[in-house]
């Protein structure tokens, strides 16, 4: 099967690739599925990380995202982001769709890549949505130093809309891709869960790289290598 992947990349041209939190699981980032370890046990992503909640309880969504990023800051890519920069190098049409917002990926090297749900190194005004590069004192979440509004990070929650630029590249460059690369990702959560199945509607061969294929699709054009995405993308690549 590794031998079918690495062929198939051998041949293409244009190859685009969907991550989702098992490429980060072993740089020692839980992924959504895996019980949330810690402080956070009794909570859910999907109450947490929306705008209700942040406008129910803000103090609360800061302080859970400010763990995270502080965990993030102390975890470094792995020999799957690695391989996935090194891809990138080799391949003329390429383009990595992460749903991750540990920025990894940009840490690992990739450049022709677009974050779907945001970056959670990144802060913003929750008013206008601007960027904020630093900010002061204690509260929890910090006013906005322009215009008081509380900060938020700059991520996609719940029921908002994804940014409009990187998912046209996405769907663009699903549809071209003669390769779908879908690696570490449940493919639960739209719109991004329905890329892969908009590459191989276009005639693309669709190979799933995961540690369980428990609720993955199979069938023709789809290859799916089982295994740590760690493990498994450094031998493709
Ligand atoms: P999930 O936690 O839903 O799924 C993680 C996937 O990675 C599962 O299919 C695991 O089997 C697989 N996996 C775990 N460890 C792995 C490893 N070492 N190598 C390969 N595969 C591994 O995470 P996502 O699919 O990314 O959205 O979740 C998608 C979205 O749902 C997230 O972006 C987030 C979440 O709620 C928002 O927050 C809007």
């Not at 099967?1 to 980032?29: H, K, P, W």
């Not at 800061?62 to 920069?85: F, I, Q, T």
């Not at 601007?130 to 215009?147: A, I, L, Q």
């Not at 008081?148 to 891709?177: I, K, N, Q």
Request: proline share 8%.
């Amino acid at each position: 099967m590794i031998d079918t992947a690495r062929r198939l990349l051998l041949e293409a041209r244009r190859v685009a690739v969907l991550t989702g939190a098992g490429i980060s699981a072993e740089s020692g980032i839980p992924t959504f599925r895996d019980a949330m370890s810690g402080l956070w046990a009794r909570y859910n992503p999907e109450e947490l990380a929306t705008p209700e909640a942040f406008a129910r309880n803000p103090g609360l969504i800061w302080d859970w995202y400010a763990e995270r990023r502080m965990k993030v800051a102390s975890c470094a890519p792995n020999p799957g982001h690695l391989a996935l920069a090194e891809l990138e190098r080799r391949v003329p049409e390429f383009l990595l769709i992460t749903q991750n917002v540990d920025g990894l990926h940009a840490a690992a090297g990739s450049r022709r890549m677009v974050e779907l749900h945001g970056n959670i190194r990144r802060v913003k005004c929750s008013r206008d949505g601007e960027p904020v590069e630093s900010w002061s004192g204690d509260d929890r979440p910090p006013p906005c130093p322009r215009c008081g509004a509380p900060l938020r990070p700059d991520v996609v929650w719940f029921g908002e809309m994804l940014p409009e630029e990187e998912f046209t590249r996405a769907t663009e460059a699903a549809r071209s891709a003669e390769i779908f690369l879908s690696v570490g990702t449940s493919n639960l959560v739209e719109p991004a869960a329905s890329l892969p199945w908009l590459a191989h509607r276009h005639g693309a061969k669709v190979i799933v790289i995961n540690s369980s294929m428990e609720g993955q699709r199979s069938g023709d054009g789809i290859l799916q290598l089982t295994g740590l995405a760690g493990e498994l993308l450094p031998k493709v690549v």
